[in-house]
């Protein structure tokens, strides 16, 4: 086994354990990697202006409100 297996083994015991709503997060996020494929995936120059002014964000507490996130994953689930 290699390190990366090791690793990719232990979170996803550890992703068990998490509540339903946080395991269907996770199960939402890998397969839309896994529907992306397996190139790098290079952010467009709209997706870096907007990591360039995250982090002033997030110091400032302004984050995207949980019912939007939810709507977020219903529109994007399976």
């Not at 494929?37 to 290079?42: L, Q």
């Not at 952010?43 to 982090?55: G, H, K, Q």
């Not at 964000?57 to 302004?62: F, I, K, T």
């Amino acid at each position: 086994m290699t390190v990366m297996t090791i690793s990719l083994h232990d979170i996803l015991q550890r992703v068990q354990s998490w509540p339903v709503a946080r395991q269907q997060d996770a199960i939402a996020m890998l397969e839309a990697m896994d529907a992306a494929g397996t190139d790098v995936y290079v952010l467009s120059p709209d997706e870096r202006a907007l990591l360039a002014v995250a982090p002033a964000e997030a110091d400032r507490g302004e984050f995207v409100p949980d019912e939007e996130m939810e709507a977020f994953w219903a529109r994007n689930a399976g």
